[in-house]
Structure formats: C-alpha cells, structure tokens
C-alpha cells in the first residue's frame, strides 16, 4: 500500500467508527473498530494517559506547522 492509500484506509476506519458510535451500536462498537485494526497492526498502545501518549506520538506535529506540506484533504477528510 502506498502512504496515501495507508491514510485513506485509516481514515475510513475512523468514519466507519464514528458512524457505528453515532448510528450503530454506541462507543463500545465504534472502539472496537479501533482495537481491531490496532490489534492486526501490532499497534495498541501501552499508555494510561491518552494526551501524554499523543504528545509524545504524533508523527504529524511537524507537519502541522509546514506551509509546504503536501498533504491536503477535503472536507470528508480525504487525502487529495
């Protein structure tokens, strides 16, 4: 997969998540969205302080501050 594609797919997951929160079957289904692609991944966290853990994480902090980033969405928060 491409990065862009890696992107796409995680944030389909996240919208998947929050449609199942919102029309679904509440917060316990949505995260469990979240925890299996977390689990297949090799990426569950290990933390107990959800912003430390952001803080010290967030591979896109930098990018955030980058006017020449080239990374755009739109507004459904796909990659463009």
Do not use: C, V
């Not at 917060?27 to 107990?48: D, E, F, H, K, V």
């Amino acid at each position: 997969m491409t990065d862009k594609e890696i992107i796409q797919y995680q944030a389909t997951l996240m919208q998947a998540a929050f449609i199942e929160l919102m029309h679904g079957h509440g917060a316990s289904a949505a995260m469990q969205w979240i925890r299996n692609y977390l689990q297949q991944t090799g990426m569950l966290p290990n933390g107990t302080d959800a912003q430390k853990w952001f803080d010290d994480n967030a591979a896109l902090k930098e990018l955030s501050n980058d006017t020449n980033s080239n990374i755009k969405t739109d507004r459904a928060g796909r990659i463009s």
